[in-house]
């Protein structure tokens, strides 16, 4: 006869590895309540966007756009929309974006010389350079640095979100209903963070979004991405099927094992490149940034979805005070 046993130290475990589970709800709990404070809205989209029924239920309301800004000149050249939209349906991800080298310097010139706000704390600003030394002062690490709504204030940053490539993407992948919903720039710096640091970060743990029913994200590198930048890695495939248990629960994370074991061993694609390097994803496809161990990664996020953009999510702030 099998039988197991629960002793009073695995019971200790399991609440311990529970606490962390909750610690990881409990970090975005002021986030989700502002975001139904905002946009009531925003709750049957939380609730049932996780779905695979409900999410096929919601792309049903697609509507067919295409064409519009086909012919208008674009920054990626040599990029056909099509290809990508094709690779996003199947892989969930097209890696082969390209920023012009101007704009990238630009980019990455603006966030060198731009204060940004640590650990999504606008109490703690500092420019990039200054990161140890602010860490020091305040005797704690800094896992993350945002600009924020300065973002835009850089030309270079309105050009790569305004490009008519970007949203015929959109478009023909989303449908018609598809808007700009995210901009954001921030740096990830190398350092000892708290696992409450990590997950607001949305680092080291794969996870999908539920910022909006439909989403696409296209995401640049402005500085060289290796091993030791904190690349950012997709799990191809993940993105129009789940399973069952990763569909009923309301946590968005899930552990690399689980992932792994579902999608293939092959299906995680790590991304580095060149500065200027980019991709665009279906982030409902499980994806994570990694911990840089060596330099700090910048980069820039241009996202589109088929919702009123929340004020909140638009720079990626948690919760706006
Ligand atoms: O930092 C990254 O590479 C990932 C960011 C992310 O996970 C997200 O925007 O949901």
């Keep these: 006869m099998h039988s197991s046993s629960v002793t009073p130290s695995n019971d200790l475990e399991a609440i311990a590895r529970k606490g962390g589970k909750f610690r990881r709800m409990a970090v975005r709990i002021p986030t989700y309540m502002a975001d139904i404070r905002e946009n009531p809205a925003w709750l049957p989209m939380f609730l049932l966007a996780r779905t695979i029924p409900g999410r ?8 067919r756009g295409d064409g519009a800004s086909e012919t ?9 929309a099509q290809t990508a939209v094709n690779a996003l349906k199947g892989d969930g991800i097209f890696p082969d974006l390209q920023l012009p080298a101007a704009i990238t310097q630009e980019i990455s010139a603006f966030a060198h010389e731009t204060p940004c706000f640590g650990n999504f704390d606008r109490k703690v600003e500092f420019a990039a350079a200054d990161h140890r030394a602010t860490e020091d002062r305040l005797g704690r690490p800094i896992l993350s640095g945002h600009h924020f709504e300065r973002a835009l204030d850089c030309p270079a940053v309105l050009a790569v979100q305004r490009d008519p490539l970007l949203s015929e993407i959109a478009r023909r992948y989303l ?20 696992e409450a640091d990590r997950s607001l970060a949305s680092l080291d743990k794969y996870h999908f979004d539920l910022d909006d029913w439909r989403m696409i994200k296209f995401f640049f590198y402005l500085v060289d991405v290796d091993a030791g930048t904190g690349p950012h890695v997709y799990v191809r495939g993940s993105h129009n099927k789940r399973r069952m248990k990763h569909q009923l629960t309301l946590l968005v994370g899930h552990p690399a094992d689980e992932i792994v074991e579902y999608y293939g061993e092959d299906s995680p694609i790590t991304l580095t490149g060149k500065a200027g390097s980019g991709f665009v994803e279906d982030p409902f496809g499980f994806h994570m940034g990694t911990v840089a161990t060596e330099k700090p990664r910048l980069m820039m996020e241009i996202g589109f979805g088929v919702s009123k953009p929340s004020r909140r999510r638009f720079h990626g702030e948690p919760v706006l005070r």
Excluded: C, N, Y
């Excluded at 449908?175 to 708290?194: E, H, M, N, V, Y």
């Design 56 to 63: 096929r239920a919601h792309w049903l309301t697609a509507r």
């Design 72 to 80: 208008l000149p674009s920054m990626f050249e040599g990029v056909d």
């Design 175 to 194: 449908g018609a209903q598809a808007q700009l919903i995210t901009t954001r720039t921030w740096w990830s710096f190398p350092t000892k963070a708290s």
